[in-house]
């Protein structure tokens, strides 16, 4: 990220089409600041449908640690009984 890559959102209101032509073309991400801090930023739609599905991928890599974790612990005979599960609900 280069110092270029950082605009006033005041100043974007009037550059839009170039910072979007910018981004696109170029590949630089832009980010938009208010009051001094980082406030947005412009990126290719096609990284943030990217971004996306690498959280998404993230969330299902998670998920299936979780599910191994809980597989070894019914594998190890730690299991809760029902009883248990409601009264740790409730507290």
Known sequence: M???DVVPISEARA???EL???VVG???E????KNGASYVALVDARKLDY???LEEEHACLVLLDDAEVGLRQVLAGQVVTEDEVKRLLAD
């Open 2 to 4: 280069r110092a270029s």
């Open 15 to 17: 550059r839009l089409t």
């Open 20 to 22: 979007a032509e910018e």
């Open 26 to 28: 170029a590949g630089a």
């Open 30 to 33: 832009k980010i938009l600041t």
């Open 51 to 53: 971004y996306h599905s």
